[in-house]
């Protein structure tokens, strides 16, 4: 089921709900029979949510919003448009990978604000104040075991994409073979006239 934070474009509300949208907005062009689009669908589900009040998800149905498509040349799917102050800002094609989306989002969302610290004043009879620890440099952290397990899991799914889009152009060529070969099949195969003339030749002289 799709995530009730994704909105439904369509001609009447587009220029409210994506130009006039005070945050980004990922809208995502895509159809029923798409595969591809169907295999990123829950990824942009998880993205509207771990985005929610930062970035807009929205999805138009080229089918049913044909109008839409041809104004943003739209022709391919899924095609992934990134609206920021009513202008595209980023476009992407096909079953991208969560990773990828996040890296083309990420200069477009505002960064998270800080909450302001709060200072202590130190005592009067104490001694010159140590620097706060928020000074001190800090060292990058290794990434957690949890956060490679994620990576592996992204890794894991966009693989799973690949070969499912592998294996529909696997049929699509299959289809094509039989098609073509129906096709030759049903072409009559004509004498040339040359031979036939020949033949005649053959079975004159043969009569004399």
Sequence with gaps: MSSQRIVQISPDNFSKE????P??????FWAEWCGPCRAIAPMLDEVAESHAGALKVAKVNVDANQNLAAEFGVR??????IFKGGEIKDQLLGAISRRDLENKLAPHLEPAKEPARKTTPAPVAAPAPAK???EAPLKPAAPTLEAI???LHELRESFERIQKDVQLL???NTALKTDFARLKSDVPVKTAPAAKTARRKKSGAKSG
């Design 18 to 21: 994506v130009k006039q949208s």
């Design 23 to 28: 945050i980004p907005v990922l809208v995502d």
């Design 76 to 81: 391919a799917i899924p095609t992934l448009l």
């Design 132 to 134: 706060p620890a928020a």
């Design 149 to 151: 397990a994620t990576e």
């Design 170 to 172: 696997k049929e699509e």
